[in-house]
């Protein structure tokens, strides 16, 4: 925080960007996305680094959806090009922008876009956080945490359908112009239900029996059972997310945040009780 502020001498930001983005956020963005993928560039393309031309021909063939022979052959045309858009855009569309330079070459570790990105989105007061190189309404570094845990540790394939489910549940929070806060429930219990069945080693249980046999296994606290069970009966009973007569639910973004980031918790807290109890689940 700059001294002006500290001081009270000019107010601090202190209300949540969520549906804007203001010019200090807007430069940020820019200046990130700048110095990771467009600075330095020589005069002429046939000259680029191969993974910035890569870059550069995916964006514009598949986020700008243009011909590719009608790219500019003169790299500060094309930032020129690129700029222009971005800063005469909607709000809306830089963040679809953003997603997409996060997650074009999701295999590249060393980048550090993503990290970077997320400072700024903090410092900026901003709505959103990347998570899995999609900009997800989400700030809490704790909660960040745990879903971003849950991700990286079920990479093998023993258990890829969990780390599936919270993508698609996360996918679906995120989805700015049509979010499905429904289905986002549903994905994220069920990789609730993934990970208790490989550990009780049923893969037909519900989850409550499955939940008893893990009980037994590793030591399950019975009230911590209790309370998801509660949890799981709002998503399963009569008027619950999963009925299959209910075609339309009640959910808003807050249901499927928590939903996401409370299955995350317990497929963590699951693993370790598992890890912990010699049970080889991977």
């Known amino acids: 925080m700059r001294f002006s502020h500290r001081m009270g001498i000019i107010p601090g930001k202190n209300i949540i960007q969520k549906d804007s983005i203001d010019a200090d956020l807007l430069h940020s963005l820019w200046n990130v996305t700048y110095i990771f993928y467009l600075e330095n560039l020589p005069g002429h393309q046939r000259e680029i680094n191969k993974d910035k031309k890569r870059y550069l021909d995916s964006l514009w063939i598949n986020f700008f959806k243009q011909p590719i022979d009608e790219m500019p052959k003169i ?18 569309e830089v963040y679809d922008f953003i997603d997409f330079t996060s997650g074009y070459d999701s295999n590249n570790e060393n980048l550090g876009y993503e990290d970077t990105i997320n400072i700024y989105l903090k410092q900026e007061l901003s709505g959103y956080r990347l998570i899995n190189h999609k ?7 704790e909660e960040i945490k745990e879903i971003q845990d849950v991700i ?19 996918d679906k929070l995120s989805d700015r112009t049509s979010p499905d806060y429904r289905n986002s429930i549903k994905e994220s219990i069920s990789a609730v239900e993934a990970i208790a069945r490989i550990i ?3 893969k037909k249980a519900e989850l409550g029996k499955a939940l008893k046999i893990i009980e037994d296994k590793v ?21 619950g997310i999963r009925h299959a007569l209910i075609d339309n639910s009640n959910c808003d973004q807050e249901d499927a945040k928590y939903m996401l980031v409370s299955c995350s918790a317990f497929v963590n807290y699951l693993i370790i009780k598992a890890n912990k109890s010699g049970i080889n689940i991977i």
């Not at 790299?75 to 809306?92: A, L, P, Q």
């Not at 900009?135 to 570094?141: A, F, G, Q, R």
């Not at 606290?221 to 009973?237: E, Q, R």
Request: charged share 20%.
């Open 75 to 92: 790299c500060h045309k094309i930032v020129t090009s690129i700029k222009d858009w971005f800063f005469n855009t909607e709000w809306y």
């Open 200 to 202: 009780s080693e049923d």
């Open 135 to 141: 900009l997800c309404p989400i700030t809490s570094d």
């Open 219 to 239: 030591g399950l606290h019975g009230a911590l059972k209790k309370g998801f069970l509660s949890i799981y009966g709002y998503t399963s009973d009569d008027d």
């Open 152 to 170: 990286d540790n079920t990479t093998t394939s023993s258990l890829s359908n969990i780390q599936a489910h919270i993508i698609s549940a996360l």
